[in-house]
Each structure stands twice: as structure tokens, then as C-alpha cells.
């Protein structure tokens, strides 16, 4: 039912920026909570941004160089990320949910729904 469709990744400098965008269509129902997680090879899924109705909430690692935005007219949230490092590489995935509690917004494992994510890799 609900589908979601990443884009915007790529290669890019250090140093330098992306935005991502996450298309939506239908809706998880209830009070939705959005999402980018992102995995590194050989790490674990973990979140970057989020947010569930107007509240926003951020890892330690995007605090700061990372901004999640939503455009409802264009049913996309996006994910701007500046100063890109290195460590930043990985691929990025939008992820949405109903109903999530504030202690399980930061843990993949109870988002249902999925994108089928994004390279990012920040390298020379």
C-alpha cells in the first residue's frame, strides 16, 4: 500500500553537499513518523533523521550537517546533507510507520515500510 522511492544519491566530494528525496504515496495511517536510516557495509542499520508530525529528531551523526524537510504538496521529505565525510558513505533509506512510540522512532526494526534506498559516497 504505502510505497516510498529514494532518490539523489551519488558521488560526491568532501565536503560537499546532497539532498535526498523520498517520494510518498499512500499513507501508513494513524500518526505517521518518516525516516532515513542509512547502512554502511558491515554496520548496522542506523537513523539519521527523522521526524513524526511536527516534531524532528536527529542522530549525533547528522546533528548539525543534516536537515530533514517535507514538501506535502509534492508528498517528498528530503534529507539535505552538508559538509559530507568520508564516514558519511553509505546507502541512505527512507523508511515510514504508524502509531510509533518516541522510543521506537530511532529503531529500524519497527518501521514497516521501506524504500529501496540510495547510494551515497562521499570520496575524492
Known amino acids: 500500500q504505502v510505497q516510498l522511492v529514494e532518490s539523489g544519491g551519488g558521488l560526491v566530494q568532501p565536503g560537499g553537499s546532497l539532498r535526498l528525496s523520498c517520494l510518498i504515496s499512500?499513507?501508513?495511517?494513524?500518526?505517521?513518523?518518516i525516516a532515513w536510516f542509512r547502512q554502511a557495509p558491515g554496520r548496522e542499520r542506523e537513523l539519521v533523521a527523522g521526524?513524526?508530525?511536527?516534531?524532528?529528531h536527529y542522530s549525533d551523526s547528522g546533528k548539525g550537517r543534516f536537515s530533514i524537510s517535507r514538501d506535502v504538496s509534492k508528498s517528498t521529505v528530503y534529507l539535505q546533507m552538508n559538509s559530507l565525510k568520508p564516514e558519511d558513505t553509505a546507502k541512505y533509506y527512507c523508511?515510514?510507520?504508524?502509531?510509533?512510540?518516541?522510543?521506537?522512532?530511532?529503531?529500524?526494526?519497527?518501521?514497516?515500510?521501506w524504500g529501496q534506498g540510495t547510494q551515497v559516497t562521499v570520496s575524492s
Open positions: 499512500g499513507h501508513p495511517g494513524g500518526t505517521p513518523a
Open positions: 521526524f513524526r508530525g511536527t516534531n524532528t
Open positions: 523508511a515510514a510507520d504508524s502509531n510509533l512510540r518516541q522510543p521506537e522512532l530511532r529503531d529500524p526494526g519497527r518501521y514497516k515500510y
